[in-house]
């Protein structure tokens, strides 16, 4: 289950997850996770869900075929 769960920052800055949240996860104390401050929020993920969110972004492209079109752009400029 996904949904929105309402947390509040501590004073020392600390958040707490639900309990729900961590069990369906198999978070435990210690388990890494990463703070992405993006333009759309803050986005708090396993390392294995940002991995997942990187792989789902680039899935489809050809970073090649990219690059080789931004070069034939820049050379057709350059004449």
């Known amino acids: 289950m996904s949904g929105t769960h309402p947390v509040v920052m501590g004073d020392r800055g600390r958040i707490v997850l639900p309990i729900d949240v961590r069990d369906r996860l198999g978070l435990q104390a210690g388990s890494p996770m990463l ?11 396993t390392r294995g869900q940002v991995k997942q969110l990187v792989r789902d972004a680039l899935a489809g492209a050809s970073l090649v075929d990219e690059l080789v079109r931004e070069r034939r752009a ?6």
């Open 74 to 79: 820049a050379a057709a400029d350059d004449r």
């Open 35 to 45: 703070l992405l401050e993006t333009p759309r929020g803050l986005v708090l993920a």
